[in-house]
């Protein structure tokens, strides 16, 4: 583990939903939350479960690991991951502090300028 401060941060309902995929899939696996670029406003999140590399950090948070890719982090550094269940589906979600814009949609964000010096220390 990277810190005793999670980095990136999961709901208990979330941890619930990840060890519940975890166990159905058998793997020794985490969540990995990354970031790409697209979207109507320039980055999205892509989260899967996944077997961490040797270049990741990696968090434990409310029972479970969470891995972030070096890039990634600088975009994600204070984030909390949830899991809802709602009227528009199921599924889950970042809150990201860093995030300043988001499209329409939902579907990709915006960062604030020095997010990246910020995370630059980690």
Do not use: W
Not at 44 to 70: C, M, R, T
Not at 83 to 96: H, M, P, S
């Amino acid at each position: 583990m990277d810190t005793a401060e999670a980095a990136v941060k999961v709901t208990e309902t979330a941890a619930e939903k990840i060890r519940e995929l975890v166990a159905a899939n058998e793997l020794e696996q985490a969540l990995r939350v990354a970031v790409k670029g697209g979207g109507c406003s320039g980055f999205q999140y892509a989260l899967a479960l996944d077997a961490p590399k040797d270049s990741d950090h990696v968090f434990e948070h409310n029972g479970v690991s969470v891995i972030v890719d070096k890039t990634s982090m600088q975009f994600v550094f204070g984030s909390e991951v949830d899991y809802v269940d709602g009227l528009q589906g199921a599924g889950f979600t970042v809150n990201n502090p860093n995030v300043v814009a988001a499209c329409g949609c939902g579907s990709s964000f915006q960062v604030r300028e020095d997010a990246a010096e910020q995370a630059a220390g980690v």
